[in-house]
């Protein structure tokens, strides 16, 4: 089956797919975007992840393309033309086509772009199993983490280095040396005695749906959550280190920057994070 995108109120060829050249998303990265898992059909934290996409759009005083309940029609029907069960949608909303010139146009109209693939569960739960590496690196991105712009460079070059380094995820220090998340994933550590910490949500960092979803599930469980900043050294020196997004849900994270933590295997609290997520995600 070809793959379809949908553009602007079409629904196209996904190697046909295209905006025009004076998208301000092109020019000045003037444009939001969300990406949200499938799992046998359910979005995952569909809610949570329109929540956020409207707070861009107002935050960048972009207007919405469509209303909310008519986006989510599109969003079923795209995928159900690719014939995707379990994978990701991708929506993408510029502030739309004008004369290239900094300050926001009158009359542009906003695009909207969607796409979507299929994923397979059973690598990243192969990855889960293995636990993962991760490397530190300084955060050098804008100061209005919160807003999920399309503006990634900063992103982009921490994932690389990450890459070339062997690692899967590169997690930011900010300029007081604490974590603040990783490139495209939300950083956790368990201390010694259980307790989970991550940093609260801020425009420090993105407020990852994966994240705000499994501190709810959190609620009804027996853990102590603490959210706050740590260190480089608490996360070197941590029980154990898992990170969340919404393509690798709850990811148990092995090594940092050459350096095991714990017994350099997925910890049993990971194990149980991600079978509690699993469970939300299949119910």
Known sequence: MSRIAYVNGQYVPHQEAAVHIEDRGYQFADGVYEVIPIVANKLIGEEGHLDRLWRSLD?????????????????????????????????????????????????????????????????????????????????????RRDIKSVSLLPNVLAKQKAVEEGAYEAFQVDDDGFITEGSSTNAWIVLQDGTLVTRPASNDILSGITRADLLKLLENKDFKVELRPFSVDELLNAREVFLTSSSSYVQPVVQVDGKSIGNGKPGSISNELRAVFKDYMNN
């Not at 009158?106 to 569960?121: F, G, Q, Y």
């Open 59 to 143: 935050e960048l005083q972009i207007d919405a393309p469509m209303k909310r309940k008519p986006l989510q029609l599109v969003m079923r029907e795209l995928l159900r033309q690719n014939g995707i069960e379990t994978g990701l949608i991708y929506l993408q909303v510029t502030r739309g086509v004008a004369p290239r010139d900094h300050p926001f146009p009158k009359d542009a109209v906003p695009s909207l772009v969607m796409t979507a693939k299929r994923t397979s569960l059973a690598k990243a739960e192969a990855k889960a199993e293995e636990g993962v590496a991760v490397i530190t690196v300084p955060d050098i991105r804008w100061a």
